[in-house]
């Protein structure tokens, strides 16, 4: 007889190496304080923000692949980039820490925030993570991967002159290139949704559409995968906190098919599966306004959830924005997934302060 598919699925997984880093299974909740004030679909949220390491997100995951693969290639030192706030440098650095690697992070000033040991730079001091700063012209855009990845290696060359073994990663662990030859970061969003699908069964529920904030794009190519893979009519929609769709759907759609390979799966990968809304972006990435500062109360007074500025806040002000546009059904069930990036908060302390007394 024929495995289920959420156990076969699973043995593909376990083909590939992972350090565990998250010790349980994160909770699904409902937010029905919200769904009832917008009279919406109802809402329910994956705390992903609370993965176990270093105060949670999306990271976490993706690294339990990742630093395996930097172990089994017997590196001793791990280099990427990303934003000064990363969320994603912070969550490599404790990683990579715990496992006995040393972590170099290379952080792009892409928007204006004063450099402070405050927010995720604070905890990569205490880590005493690698920390070298660059300047960007472009504040609110992204930064060019190339010059990221020549950057990069660059340092390790350098590492390597001085007997190291470096392992050079992307930002976020998305894309592969450098030492990360197959999409893991992707893997690991699959994994979490065979975890959701397990979650709503026991519940006996389903979910119509999954959403999320899609910045290097693994966790929407992973849901997107997982999803087809399973069978479910489930639709993965993704709020842009970075790029606009037309330059960043093709980047989604490489690490699904990337992915889909390295499993073998017989599906479908279709470009109208990529959903992407780049009108949340406003004035781009990690720039703090009303409306972000507005939400992130708002979803705090209402259930007790604290969203980052950067990410999750974009997600919910788009989740928010669709609702009142009747994007949903009222029968309809929709799962946010809380990606994490909350210390990065305190980092924008003044700006919010600025915003929410005026
Ligand atoms: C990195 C990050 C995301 C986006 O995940 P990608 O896989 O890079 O698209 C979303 N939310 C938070 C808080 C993040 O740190």
Known sequence: MEKPTLERLNEKILRFPRVPLVPWTTPLQSLSSLSRELNGPKILVKRDDLTGLAFGGNKTRKLEFIIADALEKKADTIITWASLQSNWCLQLAAAARKHGLKPILVLFRTYDLPFSYQGNLLL?????????????????????????????????????????????????????????EKPLGALAYLRAIVEIESQLLALNQKVDHLIIASGSGATQAGLLVGAKALGLETRV??????????????????IALELKEMLELNIDLEDRDIILFDEYLDEGYGVVNAKVARIIRQVFEKEGLVLDPVYTSKAVIGLVDLIKKGYFTPEEQVLFIHTGGTPALFAYNSRLVELLQK
Request: with cysteine.
């Open 124 to 180: 990569d001091f205490l880590l005493e993570a690698d920390i070298r700063i660059e300047e960007t012209e472009e504040k609110g855009k992204s930064v060019d991967q190339k010059k990221a990845f020549s950057r990069l290696e660059k340092i390790a060359e350098d590492e390597k002159k001085n007997g190291r073994k470096p392992y050079v990663v992307s930002v976020g662990g998305s894309t592969t290139g450098g030492d990360m």
């Open 237 to 254: 929609i993704g709020i842009c906190v970075s790029d606009k769709k037309e330059e960043f759907s093709s980047q989604v759609k490489n």
